[in-house]
């Protein structure tokens, strides 16, 4: 009886296959029993098709290739594979009547991970694509810890806001961004008032809670290519491309009202909250380091402070 390999989990998508023969009397019956298994089946009639399916952002990660086939052959696809350049992997078995050791040797030559003579034994396919499974599932598993390492080095752990590290790094290209092509970019440093006040009548938890509902208000406030950094403690910066100071100082108007106009409801507390602004611009200048950028902003909210809090300054940055 034919072990019968599972091809999916009820909770994931079900993996991928590129069945690639050009004789559609012995590719139907490997499409049959690997939809059987479970498997996602994708056909393909020549080499020519298989590559132009192999190069697609969601390709296969699978594939099974005849040896000879309209236009181009398996080796030539499989060398094709391996300059691909990107992230994942893509595991070929190659499929031939051929069974000459020497073939073995240039198949695998080829950069091919395994090879079946056809007609293929069900049993020996299932044998076969025990490994496959095995490399994608352990590579699926790494790119998944690999993102999330990511994620762990360029995002703030409380708010999920882009980290101060990252924020800088943002900062930097947009400068040069406006530098390359003379356009204006705007910096909003944002800074929440009498925070203190919130941990000390509320507690710490409560402060936590705050700082997230603040920065889901400001995502939900900015455009999606905006970018809104947590700095440190209770202190925001909002990289605005495109926007010159009067704009920017619109936006970072609508910024306020989105955190001071609307309480936010933590457990039993209820918390009245406000920000202050300080917003600066450049248009196309040489390029400046981002501290210099940040220090004006800084100035404008220093002077936002003053003013009496829960207001935007905006200030000229000089040349």
């Known amino acids: 009886m034919t072990q019968e390999p599972l091809g999916t989990d009820a909770s994931v998508r079900p993996l991928r296959i590129l069945v690639a023969d050009d004789n559609i009397v012995s590719r139907r019956p490997l499409e049959f029993a690997l939809r059987k298994w479970g498997y996602e089946v994708v056909t393909a009639a020549s080499g020519t098709e298989a590559w132009r399916i192999l190069q697609a952002e969601e390709a296969p990660r699978i594939a099974i290739l005849d040896w000879m086939m309209p236009g181009l052959s398996g080796p030539e696809v499989c060398m094709m594979v391996r300059k691909l350049k990107r992230e994942y992997y893509t595991y070929i078995i190659m499929l031939t009547s051929r069974s000459e050791r020497e073939d073995f040797?240039?198949?695998?030559?080829?950069?091919?991970?395994?090879?079946?003579?056809?007609?293929?034994d069900f049993?020996?396919?299932?044998?076969?694509l025990g490994p496959a499974r095995r490399i994608v599932e352990i590579e699926t598993e790494l790119l998944r810890v690999k993102e999330e390492l990511k994620i762990r080095a360029t995002r703030d752990a409380l708010t999920s806001l882009w980290n101060r590290s990252a924020t800088m790094e943002l900062l930097a290209r947009e400068i040069s961004r406006?530098?390359?092509?003379?356009?204006?970019?705007?910096?909003?440093?944002?800074?929440?008032d009498f925070f203190k006040r919130v941990n000390d009548s509320h507690g710490?938890?409560?402060?936590?809670?705050?700082l997230r509902e603040t920065a889901i208000r400001m995502l939900g406030t900015v455009r999606p290519y905006d970018a809104v950094g947590r700095y440190g403690g209770e202190e925001f910066l909002i990289i605005l491309p495109g926007c010159d100071l009067e704009v920017a100082t619109q936006r970072a108007e609508s910024l306020r009202h989105a955190v001071a106009d609307a309480p936010m409801y933590v457990g039993a507390s209820t918390v009245d909250l406000?920000?202050?602004?300080?917003?600066?611009?450049?248009h196309g200048q040489t390029p400046m380091a981002p501290e210099a950028v940040i220090e004006k902003a800084d100035e404008a909210l220093y002077k936002a402070k003053h003013a009496g809090r829960n207001c935007v300054v905006p200030l000229v940055m000089s040349v």
């Not at 049993?123 to 076969?128: I, Y």
């Not at 390359?180 to 800074?191: C, F, I, K, Q």
């Open 123 to 128: 049993n020996e396919l299932t044998l076969r």
């Open 204 to 210: 710490h938890l409560v402060g936590d809670s705050v």
């Open 274 to 282: 406000t920000a202050s602004f300080g917003v600066t611009a450049i």
């Open 178 to 192: 406006s530098s390359r092509e003379s356009a204006p970019m705007a910096l909003v440093l944002a800074d929440l």
């Open 105 to 120: 040797v240039s198949g695998m030559q080829s950069g091919a991970d395994d090879y079946l003579v056809k007609p293929p």
